[in-house]
Every structure is written in C-alpha cells, then in structure tokens.
C-alpha cells in the first residue's frame, strides 16, 4: 500500500480514534497505542536499515520512508498528548461507557491495518521491489523467497482476523452507544460486553468458514508456492507469481515478448487444488523482462517495460558484486 495515499488516510483514521480515546476515560489505552506502535515501528525501520546499509534508494522511496515516519510521530504525539491531557488535566470528550468503549474498538481496527502495512513497506516491499536484495524475478531459486511469502500469509491473515475481531466489537458498541444516547432504552456493561463477543465470535466463525481459512493454510503449512515462481500446468506456462494475499495471489503471463503482461487474480483455494508445478524464473536472467511489480519506485525505469523495480541492471555489468538476498 503506498504510503502517500493508503497509510495515510489509515494514520489519519487511527489518530482521531486515539484522540478522542486520550480525552476519556479509558485515556490509558491511548497512550498504550503509541508506545506499542513507535515499539513496532523502531523494530521494523532497524532491520530495514541494516538490510538497507548503504545501498542506494530512489528519490520516490526515499520520501515514501519520510511520510511514513511522519505518520508514525503525529500517532505516537497525539497519542501520549491526549492522554497526558486525559491524564492530568482531566479533559472528558465522551462519558458514556458505550461511546469510549467504540473509540477504542474503532482505534483498534485502523492500528491492525496501519500496523499490517508496515511490515509490508519495511519488510515485504523493499525485497519484493530490489532495494535491499536482487528481486525474485532474478532470484527466483533462493529459498529465502519462502520465508518472505510465509511472512507475508502470516500477517495478512492475522490483521484480517484481528480486524474481523475489532470491527464486530465497534458495531456492536456503536449501535449500544445510539440506542443510550437516544434514550430508546439502556444497556449495562455486562450485556454490552456479551453481545461484544457474541458478535466477534460470528465475524471470526465467518472468517474462517466463510472466505480466509486458505490464508491460514498457506501460512502455517509448508510453503508450496512461493513469490517469484513460474507455475506450469503441466508443460503449459501459467504465468509468474507476484503477489500474495489473504484473499488470493496474483499470477502475470503473456503470450510472447512483444505482449503487455496480463494480470489474473486467483483465489487461494482455486490455488490450493490447481495442481501447478512451480519452477524457477528465469526471464530476467539475461535483462529486465517487466515481470515484477509496478511499483514507480525506481531511477532504474525501462522505457521498453513497465517494470519498476529498485534493482540497477548497471550491477551485472562490470564485474561489480551483486546484491545477496537478506531475509532478517
């Protein structure tokens, strides 16, 4: 998710949920949020910085990193600010149990998803798009691919079961806040918090009944299939896989060199009983073919293809050392 775009509106989300939750009550669980995430945040931007060391980023990379570390300062002040001013100065925007009980189910389900796509911009994208390693669509073979494909399963489904979780209980306690606040009748804490977990309960029996099991399936299982495979069906060339998520994979093809890359999106399960052979790529052995993502994340833009990889071809060329694969 681009930082610019995605991450904001979700960082802008969760920092008016953790102020309104600061200046009530419960102004601990603001101050928690911002610990927790500047906690996260610190782990994941330290590893991408030793990934990183003193390779070269594009100018468009460089400045997404700098939005996001704006978007992480404005959570984690706001936060500790409320809740100081909850704290000490005894600021009260809501009284209502059932109103600061969805101010914090609400934070909780924007933090999942802000939280979630910062393993994708400091772990998952900087291997996917080159920047810190060779790309899978030149290192397809490294079985480093396999921890980063499981890595990626792993937290997509447990921020959708996380989130599933959340946004039940943020119905629930926002339909409790209208009906007390509307005076229609009133609602104890016990039966709110039953009908809380009633709810969870069925938006996570629906999460893997319904649509994600496969996710979990992928990621706790032995990988199969991995970022940067080419799947054949049979002898038959299915197409490059490039992305990977809780609801499916995205796999790329087309009919010759000549022919823009197709996109088609398949469901894990549908993945699951394909049969495919995985098999290395190797169609960029030889130069950029324009397999991997288009992530216009590049200085390295070939005008021939729509690929956007960080990856400099200048590095083949030269006798200069090339990137290993680094999965921290």
Not at 24 to 33: E, K, Y
Not at 229 to 240: A, I, S
Not at 272 to 277: C, D, E
Request: overall charge positive; some cysteine; hydrophobic content about 45%.
């Amino acid at each position: 998710m681009d930082p610019k775009v995605g991450m904001s509106v979700q960082a802008v989300l969760t920092v008016g949920f953790v102020f309104l939750l600061g200046l009530s009550p419960l102004w601990q669980a603001s101050i928690i949020i911002a610990v927790v995430t500047l906690v996260w945040w610190l782990y994941l931007d330290v590893r991408y910085a030793l990934a990183l060391g003193n390779k070269e980023r594009s100018r468009r990379r460089a400045g997404r990193d700098h939005i996001v570390t704006a978007q992480i300062a404005a959570l984690c002040g706001v936060g500790l600010a409320s809740g100081l001013a909850g704290r000490y100065a005894g600021i009260r925007l809501t009284q209502s149990p059932a109103w600061y009980l969805f101010e914090i189910a609400a934070a909780a389900v924007f933090l999942v998803m802000f939280l979630s796509s910062l393993i994708d911009w400091y772990y998952i994208r900087p291997r996917l798009d080159g920047v810190v390693c060779e790309p899978p669509c030149r290192t397809s073979m490294h079985h480093g691919w396999r921890r980063v494909t499981r890595v990626w399963f792993i937290h997509r489904a447990v921020a959708l079961g996380l989130w599933c979780f959340a946004a039940a209980a943020a119905l629930t306690f926002f339909v409790t806040a209208i009906i007390v606040t509307a005076g229609i009748g009133t609602i104890d804490e016990s039966i709110t918090v039953a009908i809380t977990l009633f709810a969870a309960v069925i938006a996570l029996i629906g999460y893997f009944v319904v649509g994600y099991r496969q996710a979990f399936t992928f990621a706790f299982m032995p990988v199969t299939y991995k970022i940067g495979d080419e799947l054949y069906k049979g002898e038959e060339v299915v197409g490059y896989l490039r992305d990977v998520s809780a609801q499916g994979v995205v796999i790329v093809s087309r009919d010759d060199e000549s022919s823009p890359w197709t996109i088609r999106r398949m469901p894990l399960e549908e993945l699951n009983k394909s049969g495919f052979i995985a098999r290395t790529f190797i169609g960029c052995q030889n130069g950029c073919c324009g397999v991997n993502r288009d992530s216009g994340q590049s200085p390295y833009d070939d005008p021939n293809h729509g690929n956007q990889c960080e990856w400099d071809p200048k590095r083949l060329a030269g006798g200069r050392r090339k990137r290993r694969i680094i999965v921290l």
